[in-house]
Every structure is written in C-alpha cells, then in structure tokens.
C-alpha cells in the first residue's frame, strides 16, 4: 500500500508542476524525475545504514530543492519586476 501511496503522490506533483511558471517547468520536471529515479536506489541499499545514506541524502536534497523551486515558480511576479511599456 505504502508504494501505491508514493506512486500516487508524485503523480500528484508531477500534474502540479502545470500551475507553476512556464519557464520553471522544464526544470521542475527534470528534477522530480531525479527524485523518482533516485528512490529505489534507497531501497536497494538497505539495510545497510552506511550504504543507504548518501542516497537518502541525495534524495532528500532533491526534496528540499524540488519544493524551493516550485514556491518560487508559483509567486506572482514583484512589482518591481513587471515592466510597463507605454
């Protein structure tokens, strides 16, 4: 059931990355394909702790990453930024 839960929720996020910025989504995707590839890996290597750790910390940096970037691709852009041409 645990996988099919995980199978779920990236499905989940992969459609999200359609409401996030045009010009992020290439890169979103890209990486959350790493993160998908990268999960097995994990599973391979345990029980072994030492043999899992650097690819539970690549997973994780994925993670984090993966989040960080969609938040900044879903704000609005600042005032700032927008240029008015008139």
Same mark, same amino acid.
Do not use: F
């Given at each position: 059931?645990?996988?099919?839960? $995980?199978?779920?929720?990236?499905?989940?996020? *992969?459609?999200?990355? /359609?409401?996030?910025?045009?010009?992020?989504?290439?890169?979103?995707?890209?990486?959350? %394909?790493? *993160?998908? /590839?990268?999960? #097995? %890996?994990? *599973?391979?290597?345990? #029980?072994?702790?030492?043999?899992?750790? #650097?690819?539970?910390?690549?997973?994780?940096?994925?993670?984090? $990453?993966?989040?960080? %970037?969609?938040?900044?691709?879903?704000? #609005?852009?600042?005032?700032?930024?927008?240029?008015?041409?008139?």
């Amino acid at each position: 059931m645990m996988i099919a839960e $995980e199978a779920n929720a990236i499905q989940a996020a *992969y459609r999200c990355i /359609d409401l996030v910025a045009p010009q992020a989504q290439p890169h979103l995707r890209a990486q959350l %394909e790493l *993160y998908v /590839d990268s999960r #097995p %890996e994990v *599973y391979h290597r345990l #029980p072994d702790m030492k043999a899992a750790t #650097p690819a539970i910390a690549r997973v994780k940096r994925l993670h984090t $990453e993966i989040w960080a %970037e969609a938040i900044a691709a879903s704000r #609005p852009p600042s005032v700032d930024s927008i240029h008015v041409s008139g």
